[in-house]
């Protein structure tokens, strides 16, 4: 099964998932993103922050708004 990172950023500082997470596919790991991505927003110091998503080769696969997200 393939890897996905989650990499934060928030404004010029990027927070680099180094250990990423297994998952059976895009839509399992735009779900992990989501997860991810609600509990994240609850610190309000990641205001304005986005949840970056990526597969193995590097490729940015998904991005989401933390302060979008209902």
């Known amino acids: 099964m393939p890897k996905y ?6 404004g010029s500082r990027v927070f680099e998932d180094r250990e990423g997470q297994v998952c059976a596919d895009l839509d399992a ?8 991505a609600s509990d994240l927003r609850k610190d309000p110091e990641l205001s304005g922050a986005q ?14 708004g933390l302060d979008t997200l209902h």
Do not use: K, Y
């Not at 990172?5 to 928030?10: A, K, Q």
């Not at 949840?51 to 989401?64: G, I, K, T, Y």
């Open 5 to 10: 990172f989650f990499d934060v950023h928030h």
């Open 29 to 36: 790991a735009r779900a992990m993103a989501h997860d991810i």
């Open 51 to 64: 949840l970056h998503a990526r597969d193995e080769s590097d490729n940015e696969v998904l991005r989401l």
